[in-house]
């Protein structure tokens, strides 16, 4: 079973920066895109905020562009996703997997943007 580990969460204000990270230790990192998701309440779907191709191309949904950057570490087997101008609505669970992504999960890391 893919494990994904995200990390780098926290609770802050409107306007503040947070980076996440994400290790794949076990996937053959080279070959794949890799895309940050997040999911808003346990019922939601799980929403794709950015992805980045193995050639290292970001791609952003619009919501996240201008604000939040996707980079990645190959040798490292990490990603990352920079997000300033942190805004309340971006408050959820953020996870990371391929793109397309595998049926497996890691535990997220929780983002809350409150005054």
């Known amino acids: 079973q893919v494990q994904f580990v995200e990390s780098g969460g926290g609770e802050v204000q409107p306007g503040a920066s947070l980076t996440l990270t994400c290790a794949a230790p076990?996937?053959?990192?080279?070959?794949?895109?890799m895309a940050w998701y997040r999911q808003s309440s346990p019922g939601k779907e799980r929403e794709r905020v950015a992805?980045?191709?193995?050639?290292?191309?970001?791609s952003y949904e619009d919501f996240v562009e201008g604000r939040f950057t996707i980079s990645r570490d190959s040798s490292s087997r990490l990603v990352y996703l920079q997000m300033n101008s942190l805004k309340p609505e971006d408050t959820a669970v953020y996870y990371c997997?391929?793109?397309?992504?595998?049926?497996?999960w890691g535990q997220g890391t929780q983002v809350t943007v409150s005054a």
């Open positions: 992805i980045i191709y193995s050639g290292g191309t970001p």
């Open positions: 076990e996937i053959n990192f080279g070959l794949y895109a």
């Open positions: 997997n391929t793109f397309p992504k595998f049926d497996s």
